[in-house]
Nanobody, 128 residues
Framework: VQLEESGGGQVQAGGSLRLSCAVSVSTDSDYCMGWVRQAPGKGREGVATIDPDGKTSYPDSVKGRFTISKDAAKNIVYLQMNRLKPEDTAMYYC???????????????????????WGQGTQVTVSS
């Protein structure tokens, strides 16, 4: 499975960005899909997941501001980010893996390591 992120950039606080993750397999396949971010000097943080049934999950830090979705026709997973804050600044990674190995929720997806497939990341910078 290959993943390629795009859509990152620099935006002012309060602005919006939409990240895209092109997936080499059908997004309707039995994969847990998610987005994980890592800021300089900090650990990985899962920010959104969508399971094979379309159920989504978010941590409190982004709930109500971020939305994950998938377009099965294009094999793309999106992360719509609204009302961005400077603390959202990070490298954002797309991840995919077997939901049987780990629960498909943000708190576990960031710890899957080599058990999951990862993209190269896209940088998001939010200025105040």
């Amino acid at each position: 499975v290959q993943l390629e992120e795009s859509g990152g950039g620099q935006v002012q606080a309060g602005g919006s960005l939409r990240l895209s993750c092109a997936v080499s397999v059908s997004t309707d396949s039995d994969y847990c899909m998610g987005w994980v971010r890592q800021a300089p000097g900090k650990g990985r943080e899962g920010v959104a997941t969508i399971d094979p049934d379309g159920k989504t999950s978010y941590p409190d830090s982004v709930k109500g501001r971020f939305t994950i979705s998938k377009d099965a026709a294009k094999n793309i997973v999106y992360l719509q980010m609204n009302r961005l804050k400077p603390e959202d600044t990070a490298m954002y990674y797309c991840a995919a893996g077997d939901p049987v190995l780990y629960p498909c929720i943000p708190t576990t997806i960031s710890f899957t390591g080599d058990d999951y497939y990862w993209g190269q990341g896209t940088q998001v910078t939010v200025s105040s």
